[in-house]
């Protein structure tokens, strides 16, 4: 994308719309659903309570602890973001979905709650590693708060029961990467469930993470 200002704050801007346009676009989200952020410094730009990813003119701005500084009402989530930044130095970037195969694995009974999602492939282990399950909270409920920091601490993903998937990035490239291999490596799940099937070994497994830490 070529942009008309050097302002990085605009640039960051024109980044997650564009990203929303293609989540949205997509089907990856739908309706008024999912919301994205990126860190501008000490600030926190996030997309606003009500907004459709397809349609974004303008963000929220938050600070670390989640609260709101400048621009439209920040989503309702907004505090799940921050406590991932808190968590994750090295988290640029953060895309929370509901997209609707990750929805649907966080809807199933008798999983792994520490990692859902068996090692099908090789890009799941790099881009997304474990993945737990963290338990059913209504939409904006801050007591989710205090596990989603200590969970994003040594995840880069996790799921919210019947809710979806949150995922924390370098940059906003690199958290839209793993929320689509997410969303893949769910819906490979559900297409393998009843078939005989063959993960990768825990030792390919393990050497993966440990070239991606």
Do not use: W
């Not at 960051?12 to 676009?25: E, K, M, N, P, Q």
């Amino acid at each position: 994308m070529t942009h008309p200002t050097t302002d990085p704050t605009a640039r960051l801007t024109d980044d997650v719309i564009a990203l929303g346009a293609s989540l949205f676009h997509r089907r990856l989200t739908f309706g008024r659903t999912g919301n994205i952020s990126v860190r501008a410094g000490e600030k926190i730009l996030i997309t606003p309570t009500g907004a459709s990813l397809g349609a974004l003119t303008d963000l929220s701005v938050i600070d670390t602890t989640g609260q709101h500084i400048d621009g439209p009402k920040p989503s309702k989530e907004a505090f799940l973001h921050a406590a991932v930044y808190r968590a994750r130095p090295d988290a640029n970037a953060v895309v929370h979905l509901h997209s609707t195969y990750s929805v649907a694995i966080s809807c199933l009974d008798g999983l792994n709650p520490d990692d859902l999602l068996p090692p099908l492939t090789a890009y799941y282990v790099m881009r997304v590693g474990t993945l737990p399950l963290l338990p059913y909270h209504a939409p904006g409920d801050l007591t989710l708060e205090p596990l989603a920091q200590q969970t994003a601490a040594t995840h880069k993903a996790f799921l919210l029961a019947n809710h979806g998937p949150v995922v924390a990035g370098t940059d906003l490239a690199a958290a839209a990467d793993s929320i689509e291999e997410l969303e893949e490596t769910a819906k490979l799940f559900l297409l393998l469930s009843g078939h005989p099937t063959r993960p990768l070994t825990r030792e390919q497994a393990d050497r993966l993470r440990a070239g991606t830490r």
